[in-house]
């Protein structure tokens, strides 16, 4: 009835576990939430000060679809110091969130039967982005002993002539993992070789702890040009519902990108976009504060985790997930995942919502309150003890 683009998709795990832990606290149950993966503070105030200026004072229009040229400038100022690398304003594209600088690169980028490279576990969007573009989805599996980057002989195997476009995501959604620099440049030598793109997801590559210099393969030699880094404001600013995102990608494929935002989503609200510059210009102690607050968390609940006998989880390098082994109990991740919720009142992830590869592990998001992390971490292990 519909067309193929669409018959595929499926609900991200992450909103059906919502709605399920939802309807059960409509009936009264107490329920403690790790499974959406957003910060859980606000969005920090000088920045929605900005936003209701701009609103205040008419910035309610449409701006060019590419974004205000002062956020683009400001990106590429901000994207160039990460990297250590000189990227012009005309390179960078705003969109609504970063889940769009996903989806409308690979539109401009994949022909139908190209074949897509993507992790597994990994971000659903990849999977569904691929195949609404009429890509072939080509998971490739990460491997927990390699802080969960890819198996690069599987990603040797499979890469080809067929393949146009590699995904990556570092730190990672879901596990928290970061590809190191030696995976990074055998992955760039193998993009070169074959002549593909690459998409580098890099949402969370502000919240790295312990001072780790986080590498992206876009400063690789010879990799910007076949590079599209994704980014945006939502996790590092707690702007998820703001929609505020960007693309940075050679000039020539972010016009074309330009082109399907004109003639989908017009523009990106100016007030968000003007939010956004305030988030960038001012002052970063906030960033750097919540960073702090994670990676405490982090530390209190991945040492939880791995005191329940049966589980155990590797620290994570990044993001705010945590993915902890669970394949010792001897049931599927999901049938755990269901049970968590509706017998212990935890509401959790089965890393299968993010691909096959996610058998045996859950994803607890810790950007939560020590609060919900220790009662959790309570109510977890008496569950896991009822059934080892
Ligand atoms: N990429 C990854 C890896 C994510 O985890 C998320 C959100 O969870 C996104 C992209 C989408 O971000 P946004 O909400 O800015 O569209």
Redesign the pocket.
């Known amino acids: 009835m519909f067309t193929e683009r669409v018959a595929s998709l499926h609900a991200e795990g992450a909103y059906a576990v919502l709605a399920r832990a939802q309807a059960l606290e409509a009936q009264g149950r107490k329920i403690l939430h790790l499974e959406i993966?957003q910060p859980d503070f606000p969005t920090f105030p000088n920045i929605s000060q900005a936003g209701i200026e701009a609103i205040q004072q008419g910035q309610t229009r449409y701006t060019p679809p590419a974004g205000i040229p002062a956020l683009r400038a400001a990106i590429a100022k901000s994207v160039s110091n990460r990297l250590g690398l000189n990227i012009g304003p005309a390179r960078v594209v705003v969109g609504p969130?970063?889940?769009p600088g996903?989806f409308f690169p690979s539109l401009a980028l994949v022909n139908p039967g190209d074949e897509v490279l993507y992790p597994d576990p990994g971000?659903p969007?990849y999977e569904a982005m691929i195949k609404v573009a009429g890509g072939i989805p080509i998971p490739i599996p990460l491997r927990e002993e390699n802080c969960f980057s890819f198996d690069l002989e599987v990603f040797d195997a499979r890469i080809s002539e067929k393949t146009r476009l590699i995904i990556l995501?570092s730190p990672a959604?879901p596990t928290g993992g970061v590809i190191s620099l030696a995976d990074l440049n055998h992955i760039a030598e193998k993009v070169k070789e074959h002549d593909t793109w690459v998409m580098s997801?890099e949402?969370?590559a502000h919240l790295v702890y312990d001072g780790l210099q986080l590498p992206s393969i876009a400063s690789l030699p010879g990799m910007l040009n076949r590079t599209v880094i994704v980014d945006?404001f939502?996790k590092t600013y707690a702007m998820?519902g703001w929609r505020l995102?960007f693309m940075v990608m050679p000039e020539a494929l972010a016009e074309r990108v330009e082109l399907l935002l004109t003639h989908s989503i017009g523009c990106t609200a100016t007030f968000t976009q003007i939010a956004g510059l305030q988030a960038l210009a001012g002052p970063q102690d906030h960033v750097e504060e919540k960073l702090n607050e994670y990676k405490r968390r982090r530390d209190f609940f991945v040492g939880g985790l791995n005191a329940i006998p049966g589980v155990s989880c590797q620290v994570p390098k990044g993001a705010f997930y945590s993915f902890p082994n669970i394949s010792s109990f001897g049931l599927a991740s999901k049938e755990i995942a269901v049970r968590l919720l509706d017998e212990a009142g935890v509401a959790v992830l089965a890393g299968t919502d993010f691909g096959p590869g996610g058998e045996g592990y859950l994803r607890l998001c810790y950007a939560t309150s020590m609060d919900v992390l220790e009662e959790s971490l309570e109510k977890m292990e008496a569950w896991f003890q009822s059934i080892y």
């Open positions: 993966g969130g970063a889940k996903l971000f969007t995501n959604n997801d949402i969370y945006g939502s998820t995102g």
